[in-house]
């Protein structure tokens, strides 16, 4: 007999979960799908979605958390401040949720440098 997991522990524990969360939720798709072609500082994702500057750090690192998002580069700013260039690791995402388990097809994105 298969034991069931609460609610809790699969947010916890469960990849597929935490993915299925994180594409569920409209701000880290946007973030997600606009630097699949061309990397974006935060402060550009903010200012390009009108996501709060504080949202798009949280987004980020939850994304980075489940390998959806990587800094593919730094960039140093013209009074020596340096800058994370963020990248999507996906250019594509398919969630088909039958039973007894959702499946995630994630397509690497060939765009990363």
């Known amino acids: ?9 699969l947010k916890k524990y469960d990849v597929n ?3 299925i969360e994180a594409l569920a939720d409209a701000q880290s798709r946007v ?3 606009s630097i699949i072609k061309q990397g ?3 402060m550009e ?10 949202s798009v750090y949280k987004k980020i690192s939850d994304l980075e958390d ?9 960039r ?3 009074n020596g401040k340096k800058f994370k260039i963020y990248k999507s690791r996906i250019s594509k995402a398919e969630v088909s949720i039958k039973k007894p388990e959702p499946t ?3 397509t690497p994105n060939d765009q990363n440098s």
């Open 1 to 9: 007999m298969r034991r069931r997991h609460s609610l809790s522990q």
């Open 17 to 19: 979960q935490k993915v």
């Open 31 to 33: 973030i997600l799908f």
């Open 40 to 42: 974006k500082t935060a």
């Open 45 to 54: 994702l903010s200012e390009t979605h009108r996501i709060p500057l504080s």
């Open 66 to 74: 489940i390998a959806l998002v990587k800094v593919d580069k730094w």
């Open 76 to 78: 140093l700013s013209d």
């Open 104 to 106: 995630i097809i994630l």
